[in-house]
């Protein structure tokens, strides 16, 4: 079976590999520049920068290793929330994301030498109304200061999420069903008659 390489280092996405039973995996991330042309939709984005990512994850890897790269972003209204770079842009964008819904997108590639396919994964998160007094406090926590959106879904963030339209992993981060079905193109099959735990 083929090495599989994670290219982020993102500990959400390693967690989540390691909850769907791939155990043994190298971390190795490229030096990339997250920038892509103008007048993308959210979908076409974070596709457009995964595949930069395989790209440059390419030069880290042998030729028959099967590379992973993600990118996340949360988008209000069209418009891309990154991650916030102090506490008062954080408060803005919750402020913002309060009572209403927007999209979290991930674009993933796998790639195995000159061979990667790349899909996207859209999830509609509802927040709920939330008062100024409760967003200062959960800015406080710090949770908030390395995720896009400023909030993380599965701590303390969650008490701001009213629901979901979609798949939950994706808000964390990987879209760990629609990566199965990748991987399984690539002969990496997770969950099958037969089939063993990688480990």
Known sequence: MAKIVLASGSPRRRELLERIGIRDFDIRVPETEEIC???LSPQETV???????????????????????????????????????????????????QGRRHTVCTGVTVQQGGRAVTECETTEVFFRPASRSELL????????????????????????????????????????????RMLARFGVVLLGEGEEERT
């Open 37 to 39: 042309p103008e007048g």
């Open 47 to 97: 596709s457009y920068i995964s595949r930069e990512k395989a790209e440059a994850a390419a030069a880290l890897c042998a030729p028959d290793e099967i590379v992973i790269t993600a990118d996340t972003m949360v988008f209000l209204d069209d418009r891309r929330l990154g991650k916030p770079a102090n506490e008062a842009e954080a408060l803005t964008m919750l402020t913002a994301l």
């Open 137 to 180: 406090a959960y800015i406080r926590t710090g949770e908030p200061m390395d995720k896009a959106g400023a909030y993380g879904i599965q701590e303390r963030g969650a008490l701001l999420v009213e629901g979901i339209r979609g798949d939950y992993f994706n808000v964390m981060g990987l879209p760990v069903l629609r990566l199965s």
